[in-house]
Structure formats: C-alpha cells, structure tokens
C-alpha cells in the first residue's frame, strides 16, 4: 500500500485559490488517487479520484503529473465552510484494497 | 449518490456492557465494508475488513474478540464492541466499497457513531 504524506496544517483566506499536494512515491500501477473531505464528527465525504492527468468535478480540480508519484487537490475560491481535514488516499483496484489513513491536511480558511 | 448509514448516531453505555452499531449501504450492494475509529484530533485507524458472508479481516492489534464483526447481507455490517471500558470510548465509522465507472473502487463512509463508555 502506497504511503502519503501531505503538509499537516493550511490557512487560507476566503475566495482564494487552495492547492494541497499529496506525495505518494510507491504507488503502484493499478493505484488510483482519491481525496476526501472531514468535517468534526463527521464521515469522510468523497471529493474527487483520479489515476493520470487532470480530473475535475464541480468541487474541486485533481492534477496527476505523468509519473503520479504526487498529486494536487486544488480547491476553487473557498468559503469558511470549506475548512476541514483533506486527506489523500491511495489504493488499487485489485488484490489487497483497502484504504490506510495519513494524517491528512487540516485546512483553515479565514474571513 | 452512494449513501452510507450507521445507527445509532451516538450510544451512551456502561463499562462491561455490549453495544452493537449498524452500517448500511442504502442504495448499492457491498460485498466489502470497511471499520475505523477515529480519536479526537487524531486520523482515522482501520480496524477490519468486512466480506458479506465471511469472516472479518482484522488489523494488526486489533482485539477480533472484543469487536465483532458481522456481515451478513450485502448491505449491512455491524460491529458489536463487546465488555466495553472508557478507552474504547471513540468516534467508528465505517465505509462501503462499490464499483465505480471506469472499473475503480469508489469508497462511501457513513457518518460515524459516537460511542462513549461510563
């Protein structure tokens, strides 16, 4: 299983632009890269997966350079609701799956 | 979307009492359901592996005698924390795998269950 690591903390500032990248040098070639969003006391929610290139969704943007061994959450003029923990995940979609926890980003927009 | 439930919300119990939380995927079928707890300000920890119509697979020090999985259709698992003590007091949640387009998994987590021990 691919081990992540990302920054630990971000502060950001309301309508600003937020890129969160995720290192993940030992991923594997049927890993995909998925990234989900924790409020307190809350379930991860799904934001967005990608396996090459660029993915957007109507949330958020996941860049993924050719050699996919980092990848970038980038978050589109946030709000304050957006402050949360991201986290990074990799897994693959055969054999062993299962999704290990890194620390995640916590994220702090400010007005 | 995938929607995940877990019930209760949150259960209050009393040390050496049992207490059962359910998860249910509500509009797809899992074979695979995941459950992880989570300490305050702390990442989610996996805990099991959960396969419809076998047994459990356990994380490395994770106690397969203190906190019983079942998983006996495909859209329901439950954990059951077994003589529960003040430490096990935390935050579970658990997830369901289905497969997305594409042929990759996508995993949807329910949201969460309080437990906490008196």
């Known amino acids: 299983l691919a081990k992540t690591t990302q920054p630990i903390s971000m502060d950001s500032y309301e309508g600003q632009e937020v890129n969160i990248t995720c290192s993940h040098n030992?991923?594997?070639?049927?890993?995909?890269i998925t990234w989900y969003q924790q409020f307190p006391s809350q379930g991860p929610r799904f934001i967005i997966q990608?396996?090459?290139t660029k993915v957007t969704n109507e949330v958020a943007s996941l860049f993924i350079p050719a050699d996919r061994k980092s990848s970038t959450l980038s978050l589109p003029r946030v709000s304050l609701s957006d402050t949360a923990v991201y986290y990074c995940?990799?897994?693959?979609?055969?054999?062993?799956?299962?999704?290990?926890f890194g620390t995640g980003t916590r994220l702090k927009v400010l007005a | 979307g995938a929607v995940v439930s877990q019930h209760p919300s949150w259960v209050i119990c009393k040390s050496g009492t049992s207490v059962k939380i359910e998860c249910r995927s509500l509009?797809?079928?899992?074979?695979?359901m995941f459950w992880y707890r989570q300490f305050p300000k702390q990442s989610l920890m996996l805990m099991a592996t959960?396969?419809?119509?076998?047994?459990?697979?356990?994380e490395q020090g994770v106690e397969k005698d203190k906190f019983l999985i079942n998983h006996a259709s495909l859209t329901l698992s439950t954990l059951t924390v077994t003589s529960a003590h003040p430490e096990d007091s935390s935050f579970y949640i658990c997830?369901?795998?289905?497969?997305?387009?594409?042929?990759?998994?996508?995993?949807?987590f329910g949201p969460g269950t309080r437990l906490t021990v008196t």
């Open positions: 990608g396996y090459k």
């Open positions: 997830s369901a795998r289905q497969i997305g387009q594409g042929g990759s998994y996508e995993q949807y």
């Open positions: 030992n991923i594997a070639t049927n890993d995909y």
């Open positions: 995940l990799v897994a693959r979609t055969s054999g062993t799956y299962k999704y290990i």
């Open positions: 509009d797809f079928q899992a074979t695979t």
């Open positions: 959960s396969n419809e119509g076998s047994k459990a697979t356990y």
